[in-house]
């Protein structure tokens, strides 16, 4: 008979090929042979569903674990987030990482990452840049990722000026921005009318010895 070890690896293997069903299948299959799923059998089967746009589902993974009285991580928390974040709910996302902190789980890069992200994708640009500054309150390191989703944000929401602090602020820190953080920059420049800045970033990223693409011709 398989063990619970045997169904995480079978499910983490349809996560990653992208067969919710079947990964949600063995879930449900490991409890009718009286199998206790644990933290990351429920983080594993969150994450295919959330992966294939599930998120209701994911959701109710997260719930149930909390029901058998498990106590989600900042991993299953994150996962779920994440789950949210494929089906553009970012009023869940923003409560689920607010509820983290209520249980006194700290988040970390990673979970204010994908909440960025989440608020990016809903248009709520003025969220994701309160939980990056609120990344830096709770004297965590931004990474490339983090300042690039921002920016994108800041971007969507036609706002120049936050994407090019952000974006110069970045720098200050030693970090190296990437093709993409240049792109998005470069956009919100241009969406915001502001070509001769567009155009000057464009060129410094010349200087860095950036390859630009297509896309940002």
């Not at 110069?168 to 990437?178: N, S």
């Amino acid at each position: 008979l398989p063990d619970v070890i045997s169904y995480i690896t079978t499910i983490s293997a349809c996560r990653k090929g992208e067969q919710w069903q079947h990964a949600l299948g063995l879930f449900v299959g490991m409890q009718q042979v009286e199998l206790l799923p644990d933290i990351i059998s429920y983080g594993f089967t969150i994450s295919a569903c959330g992966k294939s746009g599930e998120w209701q589902r994911a959701l109710g993974l997260f719930a149930g674990m909390q029901q058998m009285e498990l106590l989600p991580d900042v991993i299953s928390y994150t996962t779920t987030i994440s789950a949210c974040g494929e089906g553009e709910q970012w009023q869940h996302a923003l409560g689920l990482f607010v509820g983290m902190q209520q249980v006194e789980l700290l988040p970390d890069v990673i979970s204010h990452r994908s909440t960025i992200s989440v608020c990016r994708d809903g248009g709520e640009w003025q969220r994701a840049l309160g939980l990056f500054v609120g990344m830096q309150r709770m004297e965590l390191l931004p990474d490339v990722i983090s300042y690039t989703t921002t920016i994108s944000a800041c971007g969507k929401g036609k706002q120049w000026q936050h994407a090019l602090g952000l974006f110069v602020g970045m720098q200050q820190v030693e970090l190296l921005p990437d093709v993409i953080s240049n792109m998005s920059t470069i956009s919100a420049c241009g969406d915001g009318g502001e070509w001769q800045r567009a155009l000057g970033l464009f060129v410094g990223m010349q200087r860095m010895e950036l390859l630009p693409d297509v896309i940002s011709y």
